[in-house]
């Protein structure tokens, strides 16, 4: 969950943080206003305010819980205790780069963060929050010193202070710029191609 609902294998919680009831209902106004697609998501539930053809793939292609709708079309910003993050979903990337600096101005003024993971959605978290940090904590709880222990893999901007973060940042060969940039290393092997498992081979095991 981007870093913000993390739990160890009790099912403790490590770290949480949501957004503001109101960081949400302007969130919301401006997808509705742009006609684009919203999904909020509370820990493993998801919800939204149509599904569209875009939040079905989110569920059919991602294996994301299928996001419901609120009891009697309810907007998502009456739902307690709020939302740990949103989506903004759009197929069109013209139309959602176009609104993701009105969405970057609501979250100067609602204490909020604006991040990408693929082209088609943006990311509204609560100010402050990544999965940096989120690994952070992680990190902490395990006793692991992340700056000297850890080996982070990634590929898209919401992964930026993770790789940064880490002992070892290894950005897969169909990374995106931030990624790259923000990586120690850049695999040839992209997602699918097994990278993961050649970085260990690489970094962990020392087998290359």
Known sequence: LQGLF??????????????????????????????????????????????TAVVRHLHEFYGEPMPQLLPEGAPLASHEP?????????????????????????????????????????????????????????????????????LALGDAENDVSMLEMAAIGVAVGNASDPARKAADYIMRETNNEGAAGIAMDIFVFDRQ
């Open 82 to 150: 709020s939302m740990h993050k949103i989506l903004l979903m759009d197929d069109d990337v013209n139309k959602l780069q176009a609104v993701r600096p009105k969405l970057e101005e609501l979250a100067m003024k609602y204490d909020a963060t604006v991040t990408q993971a693929i082209p088609t959605m943006l990311e509204f978290l609560p100010g402050g929050c990544s999965k940096g940090r989120g690994v952070a904590a992680v990190c902490m709880a395990m006793g692991i010193v992340a700056e000297e222990e850890l």
């Open 6 to 51: 993390c739990v160890d294998g009790k099912g403790e919680v490590l770290f949480e943080s949501k957004l503001s009831m109101k960081a949400v209902s302007v969130a919301e106004k401006l997808a509705k206003e742009n006609d684009i697609s919203i999904v909020s998501y509370d820990g493993d539930d998801l919800y939204t305010t149509e599904v």
